[in-house]
């Protein structure tokens, strides 16, 4: 089995099996079971760097408090990559600051490290990316090196308005994974509004209804960590009252 993981020939492997001794056969398993560790790690590694992520995120330590999952859903199936393997998809939905990038960032390079291929943009960063393609007319050779991916994140989702082509590229994307891969949306965006962040209602309600199908939404509330932080390192020390 090792030996076919590995792409080994038919002739090595009738050659072990016929002139290898029982010695040889354990040296070479130990070998195998070595070097098919060491591939597993490169690839692992490979695919955190082709990932993208801005930051290096984990769940270790991450606060829940501010998320409210649906009940079909638990952490432990958040961890275990259960939905990506589903072909599921994760809508973030909350505030700014909420932990939402976050947890979809950690979410990913648990992905990775599970040997899952995985993709992370801003919308944004996304449109730019296919639409320079589309003007260079490389847009289908950009489309299949993306949608490689079993796992792709697309975060801050109607952050920022999208003209009617951006949104045709964005709405190609949703399409063309649907039931084919898994996506975690990250937005602050209700799915009423959509319409007029991707230029036509239609359009949107069809991104909408091929999200939801297969999918989840995760609520995120209270207030934005990154504010409540910057404010604490904003307060004075209290004055230490002069010794008598």
């Not at 063309?176 to 602050?188: A, F, H, K, M, W």
């Not at 995120?220 to 390192?233: C, D, Q």
């Amino acid at each position: 089995m090792l030996l076919r993981r590995l792409a080994f020939s038919q002739t090595a492997l009738h050659l072990c099996a016929e002139e290898g001794s029982a010695a040889q056969e354990e040296f070479l398993l130990r070998v195998l079971k070595s070097e098919a560790a060491n591939r597993e790690e490169v690839r692992k590694a490979r695919y955190l760097r082709e990932a993208g992520f801005p930051v290096y995120k984990t769940l270790a330590g991450y606060e829940y408090q501010n998320l409210r999952l649906p009940p079909n859903l638990s952490r432990a199936d958040l961890a275990g990559g259960a939905f990506i393997k589903d072909k599921k998809n994760l809508v973030l939905y909350g505030p700014v600051g909420t932990g939402k990038t976050h947890l979809a960032t950690a979410l990913g390079v648990l992905a990775c490290e599970q040997g899952i291929r995985t993709r992370f943009f801003t919308a944004a960063q996304l449109v730019v990316r296919l639409s320079e393609a589309y003007a260079g007319g490389t847009l289908e050779k950009t489309l299949a090196m993306i949608l490689k991916a079993e796992l792709l994140i697309l975060d801050e989702w109607g952050y920022v308005p999208i003209d009617k082509h951006g949104a045709q590229l964005l709405f190609r994307i949703i399409s063309d994974s649907y039931e084919r891969r898994s996506l975690i949306i990250t937005t602050n965006m209700e799915f009423s509004k959509w319409g007029s962040i991707f230029t036509d209602d239609q359009m949107a309600a069809a991104m909408i209804d091929r999200l939801a199908h297969h999918g989840h939404i995760l609520l995120f509330e209270g207030e934005s960590y990154r504010m409540k932080h910057a404010l604490m390192r904003q307060r004075q020390p209290e004055k230490i009252p002069a010794a008598s």
